[in-house]
Structures are given as C-alpha cells and as structure tokens.
C-alpha cells in the first residue's frame, strides 16, 4: 500500500524525486541558523585561546573581551548584536572575563539581543598568563576588541568600540558599510564634545 | 527498481532529519566551533569557600602579632588568622555573604581592618540584581575575632555601591569610602550621566554604626576601586580614577579635613579617555612627613604603562611620573607602604607564563629608589601583590593559585 507521502510523490516531476534529501539539508542549515539562539557560553580557561586562534586562523573575525560587572561593555552589547545582525558574515567571538557563572553572562547577552555568536565565559580566575597569550600589552582593561584579518594582521580597540573604526576596518577587507558609523558604546552626551 | 530508488531517497531525507534533530540540541548548538566543552572542565575548578580556592586575600596583623587574613572564595568571603607568620592557620570561619552573589573580582576584594582596640571589621560588595547592582555589606567583631556579627549593609542605598576601604584613625574612628551610584542619573536634558560618585561615611563606634553617607566628589570612574590611607594627623586620603572633561579617566588625590572632603589634587596629566572599565586601582602610601605617595595604571595618550610620583608635603602638585618596572613585560598592580622613613613598592610583571613580583626601596621618600629585586614568581592565578608592615618589619603578602599564600620578609629588622 503506497503512502500519502509516495502518492504525492508519484505526480510530481522527476527532479522532485530528491526534495526529500534536499528538504532534509534544507531543515539541518535552518537548525545550525537558528539553534545557537540561546547559546550558554562556555567555560573559558587556559585552553580556550589557542581553541579559538586555531579554530580562525586565516579568517577574518573579531574577538570581543567583555565583563559582566563592566556598565560600559554591558551598554556596548547591544551595539555588537546589531552589528552581528548587519555582518553575519564576520564570526564575532564573545568573551566575558568576570567572576561569574555562564547562566549570568547568559542573562545580559540575551537582554542585549546578542543573536547566534560564540560565546565563552571565564571558568575560573583570568591568570596573567591568560591575559598575555592574547596581547602582552592588554592589562586587564574591558571591553577590550581584537579585529583581526583573514591575513592574521590585528587591530585592537580598548574601551567601548567606536564603531566607525569597525568599519573602516572591514571596508580594508572589501566590505562597503557605514550603518553603524559613529557609533561608540553608548558614550555619554555629556562626554561627547570634542576635546 | 524504482520502488528501491524511492525508499532510498526516504531513507536519506530520514537521516537528515535525524542530523538536524541533533543540531537543534542546545549543547551540540552552543559549542563553539573552537572546540570547548561543558564537561571539559569538572574538578579543576576550585569552587571551595577555603582559602586554596581564593581569588582575593587581604591580610592585616592585629596588636598581639597575629596575621588575619580575610579573602574571598566560593562566594563567600572567610576570615582566618595565622601565629607563625603565614605558616599555619586557624579554622576559617565564614563571616559573609550568606546567600548573596560575593563581588569576588579580584579588583574588589574583600577589606579587613583590625584597630588598636582589637574590633574587627570585614567589608564587602554583593551584587543584588542581575544588572550588578552592588551593596557594601559589614560584619563586625568585638571579640578580637572570635565571634563575627551577623553582615549588615554598611549603608542604606537604593542604588549601587562598590568597591569599599576601610582605615582607622588612631582614636579608632572607623573611616569608610566606596563608589556610589545614588547620584548617578540623568542631566537636565534627560541623558544619562557616566560614572559614579565618591562616598564616604565614619563610623565612632568600632563599625556597629555609621555617620550618614555623605559624597566627597563626582563622577570617578564607576568600576575602579580607590586607594586610601589614613595620614598620621588622622585625615584620610583617597586616590581614584576621576572623570574629568572629554571622558578622561586619570587619577587625582582628595585630602579630607576631618568630615569634609578638602583639596582635589590631580596626579598626573595621562589622558587617558576610555569609556570602559580598566580594572585597574590605584596604591597610595602616605609618610610621616604627609608627603603623599602615588602609584597607578594607565593607558593615556601621553603616557602608558605603571608609573610612580610623589608630592611633598604643602606642595601644590605631584612629582613627574617615575615608570614602574621594565617596558613590555606588562608592569602593573603596583602597591605602596611606608615603613618609618622607608617607602616600599611592589608591583607584577609578566612574561609568557611568568608572574614575577618585584620590589623596589626608597630611603628618601620617594627621590631614588633602590634596585628591582624579584620577590617570588607564579605561573598560575595570582591575586594582587599587597604590602603589610608589623613590628618595624614589612613584608608581601600574596596568595597564588598553585602556591597559596605566601608572607614573604622584604628587609631584615
């Protein structure tokens, strides 16, 4: 006895004889698109940054330092989940660096509207050395932003990013855009006068 | 033939399905393609209160010569004290938080002061929302460190603080100081104003209570912990990371007259404009003579690195800035104590796997230094190196991870 699924199958042209398969592919992109949406980060130790060099080198993406109890960095989120949303192209790597469980630096990425990102979070204390493997001149300061090209070259913002600097960065790598220029992480007004 | 071919295009589509079914998994969803794992690192996580697992420990000697050291771990901040100069210790005894999230970085460790009386108060932060939101909690102990009260907050507030010292003055009058919110806000157009405010508030009755909260300056930077020391006329000095004009975060040294914030001094022209937190707190020795002692972090456009400067006592301004350690090895979390007429320094470098603390002599305040002599090394976690004097001697005190904590004689008495 033929089932629906085959009965609608036999009218249909030969070509659709694949759909199955190509529906199945379809259906497992649509997952790995959507599926990371409430990412918990995970646990980030000694091991984590040669993971993450190897698992990038020679591709272009960006590495953002974050802490938990940062006000600055927690405003700048949202920022970074819009320009996740606007370069989906870029893989942006989170990094939180507080004292603090996954599930908390969870909370604050998901309130920021971080969409599908890597995302790690400290496991224990940041040693020193774990602070040198990334930038021997990065002494602990947040939000703390690697640019890094698909030739290994990289470029480091300290503080909330300004945005413009973000995209003239990826306009060196071919990539026209300009909708978050001006942008910094939500600097204060009243600091915004130029110096 | 074509029956088989069908069943086959089934038995396909079906394995993908199942593929995607696994890729919906939130733990398969959520490894980064780096390769981590949730379960990679069960058991090597130190999550006990004791003081192996500590992120911060901060010691002080009370008048019999015993070393108390009061530090943070597992979330709960624990008190212990030493006889044979950090050899052996006492059963802990875990005075906080009790339930609350520990502010446990080890920019905000948890304070322990010991007056002449022999009254014990331990201060800490806990976050009290998920936005982190702090309070300064207190426990107390007037017993000579047998008993703790339960915590209190050190002050009402409906809004955050953090980062809190203590110093007493020679009366014993407990002086407290801290970064608060309450007054942060919005301007007259409505936009959100940076940073926090400096507060303070005495306490004449050996921490049990407090003066209302009163705000000695604002804005400072609103995650930088301060530098205090009590002057021997007992007036107590602050250094912290202020917010001048254009989002500059330099240091500057407020001298109070008793109850009242006097002169704001900036130490140093860094400009360094970051809207960000550097995590990174200043030191501040004050000698007998009153000249004040300075050492701090920055990442200015005009100077960048560790650096050291000191004011005379009247003078009008800070000495030029004296880098602190070798270039490029990361110097940074300097520390200042004066002992008698000598000014100690102490301060991290780092290279590759290496922590290495250094130590630096001035015999006469602060216009030459003797010679960087290497101290002791880590090539783990390691908390800030801190200075502590007792009986005409100083020494380090520093906990690392893989060492534990170390008293460590800088000089001969």
Known sequence: MKTPYLLFRSRLPAFFKRLNPLAGLLFVLMCLQYGQLSAEPAPYDENSWSRIEKAYAGKRH???????????????????????RQHPEIPLILVQVDEATPQQAEKLLQSSGMGRVESWSLAAGLSDAMRYEVDSGWVGELPYTRLSGADGKTRTLRGAADFTKVELWLGQSGINSVALQGRTGKLAPAFDAPR | MVQLTRWLFIFAGGFFWMAAAVAEEPNIATTPASGASHRMHEGTTC???????????????SSDGRLWLAWAAGGEVSVAFSTDQGGSFSSPVVVGPHADRLDAGSESRPQL???????????????????????????????????????????DNPVSQRFPLLAADDDGNIFAAWVDKRNGGTDADGRKLPGAALAYAWSRDGGNSFAPVQIADQPLCECCRLGLAMGDDGKPVIVYRKLFEGGIRDHAVLTFDKDKPGRILRVADDDWAINGCPHHGPALAVMDDGS????????????????????????????TPLPIGAAGKMAGRSYLLANG???????????????????RMSGDRGRHWSKARMIAETSGYSDHPLLIKNAGQTWLSWFTRNEGYRLIALQKK
């Open chain 1, 62 to 84: 960006i590495v953002h330092f974050w802490g938990v109890t940062c006000g600055p960095c927690v405003d700048e989120l949202k920022t970074w989940a819009e320009f996740t």
């Open chain 2, 47 to 61: 999550t006990e209160p004791g003081l192996k697992c500590a992120t911060s420990v901060t010691p002080a000697f």
């Open chain 2, 113 to 155: 002061l010991i007056d002449k009386q022999g009254r014990m108060t331990v201060a800490w932060g806990v976050f009290k929302d998920d936005k982190y939101n702090s309070q300064v909690y207190l426990a107390t102990s007037q017993d000579g460190g047998a008993h703790f009260s339960e915590p209190r907050p050190l002050a």
């Open chain 2, 292 to 319: 004040y002692h300075v050492a701090w972090f920055t990442q200015g456009a005009k100077r960048q690195g560790a650096f050291y400067a000191y004011k005379k006592p009247g003078a009008a301004s800070f000495s």
């Open chain 2, 341 to 359: 007429n000598k000014l100690w320094l102490v301060w991290k470098e780092v290279v590759e796997k290496q922590t290495t603390v250094y130590a």
